[in-house]
Structures are given as C-alpha cells and as structure tokens.
C-alpha cells in the first residue's frame, strides 16, 4: 500500500489549481451526504492520494462540491442510474463506474449490462492494475 502510495504522488502530474486532500472531518461530511460509511481503506485512499493527477482516469474527490469528481454528487448519479446502492462509486469511467464494496473489493459495474465487468481485491490493487496504467 505504502509503495502504491508513493509511486502515485510521485506520477501526480503538475496541473494549474491542485487538488486539496480532505481531511478525517471532510470524510464525516461526505459520509453523511451519502448515508454509508466509507470503507477503512478508501478512507486512506481519499486522505493520501485523492489530490493525485495522472493518466486518463479520474477518481473521486471529497473535497470541492462544486467539482465533477465530487464523491456525493457522483454516488447520486451512479445510484440513480441503478448502480446498487451498497457500492460506492471510486471513478467514472465510460458507461460505468469503478466502485467499493463496504469489504473493500473494487467492482467495475456498466450502466448498458447494469452487472458487474471486473473485479480486484483492494483499492490499492486498482490503482496499480487500472489508473497507473490508463
């Protein structure tokens, strides 16, 4: 974990107006907009690499509402277009969502199959097998 941690910060891309990593505080916000709790290891994710730019992939934020990338207001979309409510979506990607079961694992759901496509064991497992290579 702590090796994906690094290579992600270290890959981050410059960009004009940086992210800004939440704190424990703003993931108390975040999970009361949502109503679920967030999975100890996305947790982490969001805290140490969530202000990371890299690649074609843009996982979600829980920092600025007024972003894309915001985590409660892409739940809200994803939920509404039948991702199940037990998911809580990481990362828009084509007509899906990659997303995080509350044990941790990684789901690659489609909104034209509404089933699940893919699947990896952790977060961090993600983020070396998909965002650090799109």
């Given at each position: ?23 424990e505080?703003?993931?108390?916000v ?19 690499v969530?202000?990371?730019?890299y ?7 829980a ?9 409660p207001?892409?739940?809200?979309h ?6 199940p ?17 509350q ?14 496509e ?13 965002w650090?290579e799109s």
């Open positions: 974990m702590e090796d994906v941690i690094e290579l992600l910060k270290e890959k981050s891309q410059p960009v004009p107006v940086p992210l800004e990593l939440p704190d505080d703003d993931l108390v975040v999970e009361e907009e949502i109503l679920i709790s967030l999975p100890d290891d996305y947790k982490l994710f969001l805290l140490e969530s202000d990371v730019i690649g074609s992939l843009e996982p979600a934020t920092m600025d509402p007024q972003s894309h990338t915001y985590l207001d892409m739940a809200a994803a939920w509404d277009i039948g991702m409510r037990e998911y809580i979506p990481i990362c828009q990607h084509d007509d899906g969502f990659y997303c995080i079961t044990e941790g694992e990684i789901l690659h759901w489609s909104e034209s199959s509404a089933s699940i893919d699947e990896w064991p952790s977060i961090w497992n993600w983020a070396t097998d998909v650090l």
